[in-house]
T-cell receptor, first 109, second 111 residues
Framework: RKEVEQDPGPFNVPEGATVAFNCTYS??????FFWYRQDCRKEPKLLMS???SGNEDGRFTAQLNRASQYISLLIRDSKLSDSATYLC??????????FGAGTTVTVRA | ETGVTQSPTHLIKTRGQQVTLRCSSQ?????VSWYQQALGQGPQFIFQ???????GRGNFPPRFSGLQFPNYSSELNVNALELDDSALYLC??????????FGPGTRLTVL
């Protein structure tokens, strides 16, 4: 079983729409959780950390469900610039990050 | 920008050759991690260096080796290149064990 699994999408949404997607992780001892954003042929960039209480950063909301071992990301009022691959990332121990394969989001005009 | 730099940006090698990739970490970051990202996949952890010592290793064969220097910059060496080594190689630096900041990567093509 993969450490982090994501729905690959693609999610194709119009500007202004809300889009949400999840990922699941296998290691229940994982301590830290993140969403990274990756544009085509570029490096991953930290979008936000995910906290147990849930957190919001502008139009982005992340939730963590430890009991079910899943993490979600919701994007409100989608912009064209939100088109990217979103990587779900889990820190299962002190030193490495485990990445999902990514969820592709395309926002159309 | 993250302040993490990598060189070269692109590289083409043939099977059996050796390659060295370089990374300069962000100022103040003493931890460097290396990842391999194949097309359509998420980055896979290769290893991490903390204060010049290997601090953890992923599921990669010994022909993948690394080094960290006193200024915390780092090298990734791959011997006996195989076609499947073609990928984007990412370096990430961090001030501690958690949040990591990625460089632009080196795209390696093995023919």
């Amino acid at each position: 079983r993969k450490e982090v699994e994501q729905d690959p999408g693609p999610f194709n949404v119009p500007e202004g729409a809300t889009v949400a997607f999840n990922c699941t992780y296998s290691n229940s001892a994982s301590q830290s959780f993140f969403w990274y954003r990756q544009d085509c042929r570029k490096e991953p960039k930290l979008l936000m950390s995910v906290y147990s209480s849930g957190n919001e950063d502008g139009r982005f909301t992340a939730q963590l469900n430890r009991a079910s071992q899943y993490i979600s990301l919701l994007i409100r009022d989608s912009k064209l610039s939100d088109s990217a691959t979103y990587l779900c990332v889990v820190n299962p121990n002190d030193y490495k990050l485990s990445f999902g394969a990514g969820t592709t989001v395309t926002v159309r005009a | 920008e993250t302040g993490v730099t990598q060189s070269p940006t692109h590289l083409i090698k043939t099977r059996g050759q050796q390659v060295t990739l370089r990374c300069s970490s962000q100022s103040g970051h003493n931890t460097v991690s290396w990842y391999q990202q194949a097309l359509g996949q998420g980055p896979q952890f290769i290893f991490q260096y903390y204060r010049e010592e290997e601090n953890g290793r992923g599921n990669f064969p010994p022909r993948f080796s690394g080094l960290q220097f006193p200024n915390y910059s780092s090298e990734l060496n791959v011997n006996a290149l195989e076609l499947d080594d073609s990928a984007l190689y990412l370096c990430a630096s961090s001030p501690g064990p958690d949040t990591q900041y990625f460089g632009p990567g080196t795209r390696l093509t093995v023919l």
